[in-house]
């Protein structure tokens, strides 16, 4: 069945520290897709990455850094330099391609990433 | 370019109500999502639909729930009748297509006394 783990519930930092946030998925499938979200304090649901299973190239944006690696089915993500903004929960999600037809996002439990200044 | 519009942003209600929360799906977006956020359970995705069409309401938690979706810019989840075990944030979101990223509405904060 499909699975979405993050194990980390929270994360403290001080501004300006690396952090990384852990995402482990268990699938049935060989191609699918993987997600992060982010949800500020204001509540709203930020998308910020889709990735495929057949693209393990890793991906930077500005501070934001992903490492997908199937051998060990993780889906990690990375801020260096953080700063109080980043302080929000991030969701690791999970979209299988089952039977054609499906859209579904499993979703992780969230890690809540608190940015201290 | 709007975004995914909720409506009402906040709603609160007594027990036995009825409840309509309304969602209008980005403008080109063929599928469109109904989830309950709370956090005892975290996101449950309700329903879907592809096409205007429900694919998936697995995650309705009772027939109290319904929604529906009469055009591809308009859906509706009504809870009928409303108790407070409902009270809960309710996103709707959309995407372009199957596996494509869901773009999600603001959220309708739900209070049921």
């Known amino acids: 069945a499909q699975k979405v783990t993050q194990a980390q519930t929270e994360i403290s930092v001080v501004e300006k520290e690396d952090v990384t946030l852990d995402c482990v998925y268990e699938?049935?499938?060989?191609?699918?897709?993987l997600f992060w979200y982010k949800q500020p304090p204001s509540g709203e649901l930020v998308f910020l990455i889709r990735r495929n299973s057949f693209d393990e190239q890793n991906e930077i944006s500005g501070r934001y850094s992903w490492n997908f690696q199937k051998s060990t089915s993780s889906f990690n993500f990375t801020i260096t330099a953080s700063q109080v903004v980043d302080s929000a929960v991030y969701f690791c999600a999970l979209s299988e391609v089952y039977g054609g037809a499906t859209n579904k996002l499993i979703f992780g439990t969230g890690t809540l990433l608190a940015v201290q200044p | 370019d709007a975004g995914v519009i909720q409506s009402p942003r906040h709603e609160v209600t007594e027990m036995g109500q009825e409840v309509t929360l309304r969602c209008k799906p980005i403008s080109g977006h063929n599928s469109l999502f109904w989830y309950r956020q709370t956090m005892m359970r975290g996101l449950e995705l309700l329903i879907y639909f592809n096409n205007n069409v429900p694919i998936d309401d697995s995650g309705m938690p009772e027939d109290r729930f319904s929604a529906k979706m009469p055009n591809a810019s308009f859906s509706t989840l009504k809870i009928q009748p409303s108790e407070p075990r409902d009270s809960a944030v309710y996103f709707c979101?959309?995407?372009?297509?199957?596996?494509?990223?869901?773009?999600f509405g603001p959220g309708t904060r739900l209070t049921v006394t």
């Open positions: 979101a959309s995407s372009f297509a199957k596996h494509y990223e869901q773009y």
């Open positions: 699938t049935r499938d060989t191609t699918y897709y």
